[in-house]
């Protein structure tokens, strides 16, 4: 079992930073793939960004370059630095971790993020 938590949501005004932070614990090593997905009241939850254990990512293409993913493998701990954000980036943010090509078993709590115009 791996568990994920999420942190460091909040409320911005558009044009703000807010960076997401997501600890990973437990059986880890059985994951080297890890992303952020993004869900905004009565809409689909939507793939964010991913990173692989190499380091390799990928955004849609609504956050290439406003979002940066991350990871400090010392502290097994997944980033997402958010800048520009937008009235739309509103949503409730979830890591998610699996073997590369798998599926997504392992999900966190999610955090909410909340921007302003």
């Known amino acids: 079992q791996v568990r994920l938590v999420e942190s460091g949501g909040g409320s911005v005004q558009s044009g703000g930073s807010l960076r997401l932070s997501c600890a990973a614990s437990?059986?880890?090593?059985?994951?080297?793939?890890m992303s952020w997905f993004r869900q905004a009241p009565g809409k689909e939850r939507e793939w964010v960004a991913e990173?692989?254990?190499?380091?390799?990512?990928t955004y849609t293409d609504s956050v290439k370059g406003r979002f940066t993913i991350s990871q400090d493998n010392a502290k097994n701990t997944l980033y997402l630095q958010m800048n520009s954000l937008k009235p739309e980036d509103t949503a409730m943010y979830y890591c998610?971790?699996?073997?590369?090509?798998?599926?997504?078993?392992?999900w966190g709590q999610g955090t909410q993020v909340t921007v302003s115009s």
């Open positions: 437990g059986n880890i090593y059985s994951t080297n793939c």
């Open positions: 990173i692989n254990s190499y380091g390799r990512t």
């Open positions: 998610a971790a699996a073997r590369c090509g798998g599926s997504w078993d392992y």
